[in-house]
Protein backbone atom coordinates (compact mmCIF):
# COMPACT_ATOMS: atom_id res chain seq x y z
CA UNK A 1 0.00 0.00 0.00
CA UNK A 2 2.52 2.27 0.38
CA UNK A 3 1.90 2.96 4.24
CA UNK A 4 4.87 3.12 6.73
CA UNK A 5 4.37 3.58 10.89
CA UNK A 6 5.05 7.48 11.74
CA UNK A 7 4.70 9.38 14.64
CA UNK A 8 2.36 12.70 14.83
CA UNK A 9 3.94 15.32 13.58
CA UNK A 10 2.71 18.90 12.83
CA UNK A 11 4.22 22.50 11.46
CA UNK A 12 7.25 23.85 13.39
CA UNK A 13 7.07 27.52 14.51
CA UNK A 14 9.48 29.65 12.49
CA UNK A 15 12.76 30.68 14.32
CA UNK A 16 13.37 34.57 13.05
CA UNK A 17 16.09 35.01 10.14
CA UNK A 18 18.29 37.06 12.51
CA UNK A 19 17.88 34.91 14.86
CA UNK A 20 21.83 35.31 15.78
CA UNK A 21 20.75 38.79 16.44
CA UNK A 22 17.84 38.33 18.50
CA UNK A 23 19.36 35.80 20.97
CA UNK A 24 22.47 38.10 20.87
CA UNK A 25 20.52 41.08 22.05
CA UNK A 26 18.27 39.05 24.37
CA UNK A 27 21.50 38.07 26.10
CA UNK A 28 22.83 41.60 26.56
CA UNK A 29 20.08 42.72 28.00
CA UNK A 30 19.87 40.15 30.45
CA UNK A 31 23.44 40.59 31.37
CA UNK A 32 22.98 44.47 31.88
CA UNK A 33 20.20 44.02 33.76
CA UNK A 34 22.53 41.42 36.06
CA UNK A 35 25.45 43.77 36.16
CA UNK A 36 23.54 47.08 36.44
CA UNK A 37 21.83 45.92 39.64
CA UNK A 38 23.99 43.48 40.91
CA UNK A 39 21.96 40.61 41.02
CA UNK A 40 22.66 37.38 42.87
CA UNK A 41 22.37 33.92 41.47
CA UNK A 42 19.10 33.01 43.58
CA UNK A 43 17.20 36.28 42.32
CA UNK A 44 16.83 35.59 38.77
CA UNK A 45 14.27 32.71 38.04
CA UNK A 46 12.69 31.27 34.88
CA UNK A 47 9.10 30.03 34.50
CA UNK A 48 7.68 27.94 31.55
CA UNK A 49 4.61 25.92 31.30
CA UNK A 50 3.67 22.80 30.00
CA UNK A 51 1.05 20.44 29.43
CA UNK A 52 0.93 17.51 31.52
CA UNK A 53 -1.66 14.79 29.80
CA UNK A 54 -3.74 12.49 32.38
CA UNK A 55 -3.46 9.44 30.11
CA UNK A 56 -1.28 9.56 27.04
CA UNK A 57 -2.70 7.93 23.79
CA UNK A 58 -1.41 6.01 21.23
CA UNK A 59 1.46 8.55 19.19
CA UNK A 60 1.74 6.65 16.22
CA UNK A 61 -0.69 5.59 13.31
CA UNK A 62 0.18 4.48 9.54
CA UNK A 63 0.58 7.14 6.46
CA UNK A 64 1.94 7.06 3.29
CA UNK A 65 5.80 6.81 3.33
CA UNK A 66 7.51 10.19 2.91
CA UNK A 67 4.41 11.88 4.77
CA UNK A 68 5.94 14.96 6.50
CA UNK A 69 2.54 16.39 8.35
CA UNK A 70 1.03 13.14 10.27
CA UNK A 71 -1.90 13.60 11.97
CA UNK A 72 -3.13 11.07 15.17
CA UNK A 73 -6.92 11.02 15.95
CA UNK A 74 -7.22 11.92 19.62
CA UNK A 75 -4.09 13.36 20.15
CA UNK A 76 -5.39 16.87 20.44
CA UNK A 77 -8.03 15.98 22.13
CA UNK A 78 -6.89 15.09 25.84
CA UNK A 79 -7.49 15.38 29.47
CA UNK A 80 -4.36 17.37 30.83
CA UNK A 81 -3.37 20.47 33.22
CA UNK A 82 -0.86 22.63 33.30
CA UNK A 83 2.08 22.60 35.44
CA UNK A 84 4.08 26.29 35.53
CA UNK A 85 7.93 25.20 36.72
CA UNK A 86 10.16 28.17 37.77
CA UNK A 87 14.15 27.54 38.12
CA UNK A 88 16.72 29.86 39.97
CA UNK A 89 19.92 30.43 38.43
CA UNK A 90 21.02 29.22 41.12
CA UNK A 91 19.26 25.65 40.51
CA UNK A 92 16.90 26.11 42.72
CA UNK A 93 13.33 24.33 42.10
CA UNK A 94 10.63 26.84 43.28
CA UNK A 95 7.11 25.12 43.97
CA UNK A 96 5.09 23.92 41.03
CA UNK A 97 1.74 25.91 40.40
CA UNK A 98 -0.71 23.03 38.86
CA UNK A 99 -3.67 24.85 36.44
CA UNK A 100 -6.62 22.64 35.71
CA UNK A 101 -9.99 23.66 33.33
CA UNK A 102 -13.15 24.28 35.77
CA UNK A 103 -14.97 26.95 37.59
CA UNK A 104 -14.70 25.53 41.07
CA UNK A 105 -12.45 23.79 43.67
CA UNK A 106 -14.08 20.65 42.35
CA UNK A 107 -12.22 20.42 39.29
CA UNK A 108 -9.07 20.06 41.67
CA UNK A 109 -7.89 16.57 42.74
CA UNK A 110 -9.45 14.83 45.67
CA UNK A 111 -7.92 16.02 49.24
CA UNK A 112 -7.47 11.71 49.39
CA UNK A 113 -5.66 11.20 46.56
CA UNK A 114 -2.82 9.81 47.59
CA UNK A 115 0.87 12.13 48.18
CA UNK A 116 -2.21 15.01 48.27
CA UNK A 117 -0.98 16.27 51.66
CA UNK A 118 3.18 15.81 50.41
CA UNK A 119 2.27 18.17 47.30
CA UNK A 120 0.15 20.35 49.04
CA UNK A 121 2.04 21.12 52.31
CA UNK A 122 5.34 19.59 52.31
CA UNK A 123 6.57 20.73 48.62
CA UNK A 124 4.15 23.87 48.98
CA UNK A 125 2.45 23.17 45.32
CA UNK A 126 -0.22 25.27 44.61
CA UNK A 127 -3.60 23.66 42.66
CA UNK A 128 -5.82 25.97 40.87
CA UNK A 129 -8.96 26.50 38.77
CA UNK A 130 -8.71 28.35 35.38
CA UNK A 131 -12.08 29.49 35.95
CA UNK A 132 -12.88 28.54 31.77
CA UNK A 133 -12.97 25.44 29.93
CA UNK A 134 -8.95 25.31 29.23
CA UNK A 135 -6.26 24.30 31.80
CA UNK A 136 -3.70 27.05 30.19
CA UNK A 137 -2.86 30.58 32.46
CA UNK A 138 -5.20 33.28 32.61
CA UNK A 139 -4.31 36.48 34.36
CA UNK A 140 -5.76 35.38 37.43
CA UNK A 141 -3.31 32.45 37.64
CA UNK A 142 -0.58 34.29 36.78
CA UNK A 143 -1.21 36.82 39.45
CA UNK A 144 -1.41 33.84 41.84
CA UNK A 145 1.58 32.66 40.62
CA UNK A 146 3.67 35.66 41.21
CA UNK A 147 1.84 36.76 44.68
CA UNK A 148 2.35 32.96 46.34
CA UNK A 149 5.60 31.58 44.75
CA UNK A 150 7.34 33.91 43.17
CA UNK A 151 7.50 37.01 45.41
CA UNK A 152 7.62 34.26 48.22
CA UNK A 153 10.69 32.77 47.08
CA UNK A 154 12.61 36.38 46.16
CA UNK A 155 11.31 37.62 49.56
CA UNK A 156 12.71 34.91 51.33
CA UNK A 157 16.15 35.34 49.77
CA UNK A 158 16.19 38.90 49.42
CA UNK A 159 16.07 38.64 53.74
CA UNK A 160 18.56 35.91 53.95
CA UNK A 161 20.98 38.00 51.85
CA UNK A 162 20.29 41.40 53.36
CA UNK A 163 19.32 42.98 50.19
CA UNK A 164 15.71 44.29 50.99
CA UNK A 165 15.66 47.25 47.82
CA UNK A 166 17.31 43.98 45.39
CA UNK A 167 16.05 44.18 42.38
CA UNK A 168 14.98 40.63 40.86
CA UNK A 169 14.37 39.04 37.58
CA UNK A 170 12.29 37.14 35.84
CA UNK A 171 12.75 35.93 32.51
CA UNK A 172 9.16 34.30 30.89
CA UNK A 173 7.53 33.04 27.77
CA UNK A 174 6.41 35.54 24.76
CA UNK A 175 2.60 34.29 25.39
CA UNK A 176 -0.18 36.70 25.32
CA UNK A 177 -1.36 36.75 28.75
CA UNK A 178 2.56 37.05 29.62
CA UNK A 179 2.96 40.55 27.52
CA UNK A 180 -0.56 41.55 27.91
CA UNK A 181 -1.06 45.23 28.75
CA UNK A 182 -2.53 44.55 31.75
CA UNK A 183 -0.31 41.77 33.75
CA UNK A 184 2.29 44.58 32.74
CA UNK A 185 0.39 47.03 34.15
CA UNK A 186 -0.29 45.02 37.45
CA UNK A 187 3.12 43.80 37.76
CA UNK A 188 4.74 47.50 37.59
CA UNK A 189 1.65 48.31 40.21
CA UNK A 190 2.61 45.71 43.12
CA UNK A 191 5.41 44.53 42.44
CA UNK A 192 8.25 46.90 40.52
CA UNK A 193 11.01 45.31 42.06
CA UNK A 194 10.55 42.35 39.65
CA UNK A 195 11.97 42.95 36.39
CA UNK A 196 10.92 40.83 33.44
CA UNK A 197 13.00 39.51 30.67
CA UNK A 198 10.89 37.86 27.70
CA UNK A 199 12.19 35.14 26.38
CA UNK A 200 12.27 35.90 22.43
CA UNK A 201 9.58 34.49 20.25
CA UNK A 202 10.01 31.29 19.05
CA UNK A 203 13.57 31.00 20.40
CA UNK A 204 12.62 28.53 23.43
CA UNK A 205 14.62 25.54 22.78
CA UNK A 206 16.98 27.80 22.67
CA UNK A 207 17.39 30.63 24.99
CA UNK A 208 14.45 28.86 27.32
CA UNK A 209 16.65 27.54 30.40
CA UNK A 210 13.23 25.60 31.72
CA UNK A 211 12.50 24.27 28.32
CA UNK A 212 15.69 23.43 27.41
CA UNK A 213 17.06 21.40 30.46
CA UNK A 214 14.22 20.93 32.81
CA UNK A 215 11.15 20.10 31.09
CA UNK A 216 12.17 16.58 29.30
CA UNK A 217 13.44 15.18 32.26
CA UNK A 218 10.82 16.20 33.86
CA UNK A 219 7.78 14.97 31.66
CA UNK A 220 10.13 11.59 31.36
CA UNK A 221 9.49 11.25 35.08
CA UNK A 222 5.99 11.97 34.77
CA UNK A 223 5.51 8.92 32.05
CA UNK A 224 7.43 6.81 34.49
CA UNK A 225 5.52 7.44 37.09
CA UNK A 226 2.09 7.27 35.21
CA UNK A 227 3.20 4.44 34.06
CA UNK A 228 3.91 2.49 37.44
CA UNK A 229 0.67 3.70 39.04
CA UNK A 230 -0.74 2.34 35.87
CA UNK A 231 0.75 -1.05 36.93
CA UNK A 232 0.40 -0.90 40.29
CA UNK A 233 -3.30 -0.69 40.16
CA UNK A 234 -3.27 -3.73 37.41
CA UNK A 235 -1.37 -5.78 39.75
Not at 62 to 72: F, H, N
Not at 110 to 130: C, G, I, M, R, V
Not at 150 to 159: I, M, P
Request: proline share 5%.
Amino acid sequence: MGWSLHGATHSGKKMPENITQVLTDASLRLVSTISEHEVPEPLSVNSDQTGVTYGAGALQTYAPIGSKQVEVIGKDEKWAFTLMVGISMSGEVLPFQAIYAGRSPLSLPSKDAPSYDKATQELNFHLEFSGNDTYWSTMTTMQSYVTNILALYFQSHCKRLKLPDQLCIWQIDCQSVHQSLEFRRWMRKHYPWIQIHYVPANCTGLFQPCDVGIQQVLKLAIRRTVLKDVVDDTM
